[in-house]
């Protein structure tokens, strides 16, 4: 390989070597006072840290005023559930004296609430 005029020989044809540390412009490594002064700045603050913020309280926002949205809409229907959850519960206690109404309220008893409330087919019930 024969070096000339600063170019190496590869491949048949001279390539230029890449450029040393020297060449490279240092403005374009480092950021420098002028570059700052350059970059629109909105309150303070660069303009995408700005649109960033703005972004994530319009976000927050949107989150919750869905939940509010939604608990608006569905409260209706909890409450239906609600009271025919205390009916049921009601009258279970009623066709069976021999349960105490606290013995409803441990973790086995999640299971029987929901088959009794939801009125699910045999079959499942069973299993």
Do not use: W
């Not at 972004?55 to 939604?70: A, R």
């Not at 609600?82 to 441990?106: D, M, W």
């Amino acid at each position: 390989m024969s070096i000339r005029n600063g170019y190496e020989k590869l491949a048949g044809h001279y390539e230029r070597p890449p450029p040393s540390y020297t060449e490279i412009d240092e403005n374009k490594l480092l950021l420098s006072k002028e570059s700052d002064e350059n970059v629109k700045q909105v309150l303070g603050m660069r303009r995408s840290t700005f649109l960033l913020c703005l972004y994530l309280v319009f976000y927050g926002v949107f989150l919750v005023t869905g939940g509010l949205v939604f608990a608006v809409l569905e409260s209706p229907g909890e409450e239906e559930v609600k009271i025919s959850l205390i009916k049921a519960r009601a009258k279970f206690l009623e066709e069976n004296p021999c349960v105490k109404g606290q013995a409803l309220y441990t973790p086995e008893s999640r299971n029987i609430k929901r088959n009794f409330l939801f009125d699910l087919p045999k079959s499942v019930q069973d299993r």
